[in-house]
C-alpha cells in the first residue's frame, strides 16, 4: 500500500526558532500534499493544501508567513514553522493523495511529528 | 459546506460486545465517506471507505460501514469488539470534485473493558 513518511517524529525547539517538517510519499507520486493540525484530544484541522510546483493554497485562519509550506517534488513537502511560540506546540500531521487512485478521495497518511516549542 | 458530526465523543463496549459508532454527514453533493483509525501519537489508518458504490462497506479488522442517504448516517459497527480496538476513530467526508478536501468529525475514542 502507499506509505507516506514524517521526519522528524518529535522536535522540541525554543521559542523564537524555526522548525522544519518534512513529508515524503514514499512509493507513489503526490501532486497533491496536505498539511494538518492536531491539538490534544481534538480533530484534525487541514492547516493547507500543498500542490507540486505552486503555492499552497491555506486554510482561514493560518498564517501562511508563519507556517510556510514548499512542494518541492513530486515526492516531498515541508512545513516550515517560523519564530514558533509555544502555542504552536501541536501533532503536525500530513496526507498525500495518489492521483491514480481513481479519484476516490482517499488520503494517505503520515505518522505525525510532535512539536514542543519551549 | 461539507461537514460529519459523530455522535458520542466517548465510547464504551465489553470485549466481544458490539461496536457502533456513529457518524451523520452533511453535503450539498453525494459524498465520499471515510473512517479513520489512530493510535496515540500516531498518524490515521484508513478503515473503510464509501465512493457511491455498495452502500454495505467492509474494511479492515472486521469492521465495516453502511451509508444510508435517507438518514445521513454512516455508522462504523464491528461485531465483536477486541482490546486492540481501543483507539481513536474519525469520521471524515469529501466532495468528489475538486482538490477533494477532506473534513474530519471530532472522533470518537472507543474503550474496550477486558
Known amino acids: 500500500g502507499a506509505v507516506v513518511s514524517q521526519h522528524p517524529s518529535r522536535v522540541i525547539c525554543k521559542s523564537g526558532t524555526s522548525v522544519k517538517i518534512e513529508c515524503r510519499s514514499l512509493d507513489f507520486q503526490a501532486t497533491t500534499m496536505f498539511w494538518y493540525r492536531q491539538f490534544p484530544k481534538q480533530s484534525l484541522m487541514l492547516m493547507a493544501t500543498?500542490?507540486?510546483?505552486?503555492?499552497?493554497?491555506?486554510e482561514q485562519g493560518v498564517e501562511k508567513d508563519k507556517f510556510l509550506i514548499n512542494h518541492a517534488s513530486l515526492t516531498l513537502s515541508t512545513l516550515t514553522v517560523t519564530s514558533a511560540h509555544p502555542e504552536d506546540s501541536s501533532f503536525y500531521i500530513c496526507s498525500a493523495r495518489d492521483p491514480l487512485a481513481g479519484g476516490q478521495g482517499e488520503q494517505y497518511f503520515g505518522p505525525g511529528t510532535r512539536l514542543t516549542v519551549t | 459546506a461539507q461537514s460529519v458530526t459523530q455522535l458520542g465523543s466517548h465510547v464504551s463496549v465489553s470485549e466481544g460486545a458490539l461496536v457502533l459508532l456513529r457518524c451523520n454527514y452533511s453535503s450539498s453533493v453525494p459524498p465520499y465517506l471515510f473512517w479513520y483509525v489512530q493510535y496515540p501519537n500516531q498518524g490515521l489508518q484508513l478503515l473503510l471507505k464509501?465512493?457511491?458504490?455498495?452502500?454495505l462497506v467492509k474494511g479492515i479488522n472486521g469492521f465495516e460501514a453502511e451509508f444510508k442517504k435517507s438518514e445521513t448516517s454512516f455508522h462504523l459497527t464491528k461485531p465483536s469488539a477486541h482490546m486492540s480496538d481501543a483507539a481513536e476513530y474519525f469520521c471524515?467526508?469529501?466532495?468528489?470534485?475538486?482538490?477533494?478536501?477532506?473534513?474530519f468529525g471530532t472522533g470518537t475514542k472507543l474503550q474496550v473493558i477486558p
Open positions: 464509501y465512493t457511491s458504490a455498495a452502500t
Open positions: 471524515a467526508v469529501s466532495d468528489p470534485g475538486g482538490y477533494q478536501k477532506v473534513t
Open positions: 500543498s500542490n507540486e510546483g505552486s503555492k499552497a493554497t491555506y
